[in-house]
């Protein structure tokens, strides 16, 4: 038999159960959504009486990027008995009457990285037209579609902080439909009576897209090639009310082109006779629709696929800091926003001179293209932007999917950006950007309905940065290294490895190659202790702790002299440091041939090999091997090649031609693009060496919730070096206001 079919037929039984009881709770109509609903509420919260809720964290700042990363790793995890519950409502409802939008409703809970509950209502707008046929037919290879689309999407969120950190404790408010909050209509009294914390969104999309691709489908598998082409403008408008008297209103616009191409092979997807539900095809299409069908087809078949992107765009942000308690004001802002869609529809309007403005265009042009619509929007609201910005950008991506039903899924992307950002601040003040990233996220054990069991997510940034004035002068580069790791429900272990991974860099700062300092580093075993040693225990046994969720960011940069250190550090010192890094690996070898290493006129590290090997007690003309199997010889050969290849990497970027070549080749070779194939942590822990400490700063933030007895949980910053003396905060503070303001705003930002 059929071994996923096997499977599938052991579970249909657990799954129509639970189809069942999914139908009644999260499934319900307009009309009987709170009835249907409160009954379950009752049992759900008795079944949570013996659930802690997790403890309450130090009041701390977590930025919009780490917020977007904490979303992405709680994202589909079993995190809560309570978490899943949601109450959603199909196309045919309607709320025309209570709030002059149709489309569909959902209703639903998140939780910050502080742990405190979020409610999220959504209302939704969606239009769209496409057609797709098989154009094509090749024999043994299947049909080559072609579709054209055009969509049109809005949708108005509200999302707005809760006073429990317990999913259970605010069931009762996720039922209670009367007090569902929307953006529309946008009167000003309802804006003044927003709460502290309280977000609103109204964003629209506007998509044009062409796509093609063919396929083969066997009786086990799939094989498909894919290609297309994407066009976006993506306006939106967002309310966020930062205190009793501040409220942030943010215009954007964004126009992006994406070109894409991608292969996938996976084993075919299991149809519903294979799943055991064949006699209860009326039950499926009614009462749990057909996203029953797809959920268990995510996770119960094997799948590989690649992907390539190629994207171009630009963005336009405007921001106003209004008083809520100003009557003239907010009478202004509802004039403003009066007619729901319009706010959005003026705005592009207003940025459509924005259109042909160019990434290599004078830092005095994008000034003035700025001012304009800053202008225009200002005098509309009566009042005076306090940011106003742009980003014109370009980049490509290439990921990679991996998934073992059931066991393992995988994702891998690395990608190569450019950004320039330019505001009517700093004097009109310019930044390049070049970016380079790799993220890794996995999870085990993936249970169709109920989430992802255990799982890891890491991404790693180096971003090198230029700033150039309104006159064009351009300064020396800037490299900030940013890495963002946390995990779910994965032990002490892991937490010290995540830890240690900062460590790793911190400890060669300023080291000239001799060693390591112990004083500038993270108290891993503090944060996150190993149990007790049991002498009674049985070899081999594991009594590690499992903790509940945990994450880091660790940001280091480098200043302009340091920098300049790197890029023009003798030879002699790129080897040695490469050599005292490489000691993690092969200590017992380098130790005993160091000073027997030598350097050419062409940067060539060589060595004495007969000395060598008279030092590591082996014959240089005869394959002898060392005690774990490997020849000594051929490990101080291979670190000579390496350390050579390692020198070459940092003079190609010393001999870039000019300042953007120069900050563009730095960043490739910092992510792995070079001779030696050093990489993120690896390349710093080398190049970190030969930088003076004080021209180095480092800021690590470490949140837990451990839910281990007896063990108190981190919510701390932690910060290392000449913090203040080298303009860190400014720097650091300057470029990720930049990045945040233009990242796309995750569902719990703004």
Partial sequence: MNPIKNLLQNLSAALLTLAVLSANVFAVGFDSGASALSDS?????????????????????????????WENLKEDTFDDICRGAQLKLNENATF???????????????????????????VGLKLSASVGNDTLHLPDLGGLGVSITGVVEGKSQVVRPLK??????????????????????????????????????????????????????????????????????????????????????????????????????????????DVGLIGAENIISKQIDRRWAKEINKYLSFNISYGHSRNIGKK?????????????????????????????????????????????????????????????????????????????????????????????????????????????????????????????NGSSINIPFIGKVIKHDAQQNVHVINKE??????????????????????????????????????????????????????????????????????????????????????????????????????????????????REEAASVIDKVMDLFMIDKRGKVGFDSETAAQRLGVNPTMDVFGDNGSNPLEIVDTLAYAATQVIKDIASVRDSGGWKEQSEKLAAVSAGKSKSGLKYEDFLKVVVQMVNPEDVSAEVYVHTDKRIKGEADVNQTYQFFNTSGNSFDNTLSEVNQMRERFLDPSELTD
């Fill in 41 to 69: 509420v009752a049992t759900l919260k008795a079944e949570s009486k013996n659930l802690r809720a997790p403890a309450v964290s130090t009041p701390s700042h977590v930025s919009n990027e780490l917020t977007h990363f």
């Fill in 469 to 582: 004035g309104k006159n064009g002068q351009t300064t020396r580069p800037v490299m900030m290294y940013q890495q963002n790791e946390g995990f779910v429900r994965q032990g002490d272990i892991s937490g010290r490895d995540m830890v240690e991974r900062a460590n790793g860099v911190l400890r060669y700062i300023g080291t000239n190659g001799n060693g390591t300092q112990g004083e500038n580093v993270l108290p891993a075993a503090a944060m996150f202790p190993p149990p007790p040693e049991d002498p009674n225990a049985e070899p081999y046994a594991n009594n590690n702790k499992t903790y509940k969720s945990a994450v880091m960011s660790f940001k280091l940069l480098v200043n302009d002299r340091g920098v300049q250190d790197i890029i023009f550090a003798p030879a002699q010192a790129i080897m040695k440091a490469y050599m005292n890094m490489m």
């Fill in 164 to 273: 429990n950190d317990s999913y259970c404790r605010e069931l009762g408010t996720l039922v209670k439909l009367y007090q569902v909050k929307t953006v529309i209509p946008a009167k000003a009294k309802r804006i003044v009576a927003m709460e502290n914390g309280e977000i609103w969104k109204l964003p629209l999309v506007l998509r044009l897209g062409f796509g093609a691709g063919i396929g083969n489908v066997g009786e086990t598998f799939s094989v498909s090639i894919s290609a297309g082409a994407t066009r976006e403008r993506k306006p939106s408008v967002t309310l966020y009310r930062m205190d009793d008297n501040t409220l942030r209103l943010r215009l954007r616009l964004d126009r992006v082109e994406v070109r894409s191409v991608g292969v996938s092979a996976s084993v075919i997807e299991v149809p519903f006779a």
């Fill in 316 to 440: 336009l942000l405007v921001e106003f800091m209004l008083n809520p308690n100003n009557p003239e004001q907010m009478e202004s802002l509802e004039k403003f926003m009066r007619g729901d869609f319009g706010i959005l529809k003026r705005f592009i309007e207003m940025g459509i001179s924005f259109n042909n403005f160019s990434e290599d265009d004078a830092a005095s042009n994008g000034v003035a293209e700025i001012a304009g619509v800053a202008s225009q929007t200002g005098e509309a609201l009566n009042a005076d932007s306090s940011f106003a910005g742009s980003n014109v950008y370009h980049g490509h991506t290439d990921n990679l999917h991996l998934q073992v039903p059931i066991i393992h899924m995988h994702d891998y992307s690395w990608s190569t950006t450019y950004n320039r950002y330019q505001s009517l601040a700093n004097n009109g003040e310019t930044l390049h950007v070049q970016q380079a990233s790799r993220v890794s």
């Fill in 96 to 122: 025309a009457d209570i709030i002059g939008l149709d489309g569909s409703f959902k209703r639903r809970m998140k939780k910050y990285p502080s742990e405190k509950v979020a409610l999220i209502d959504e």
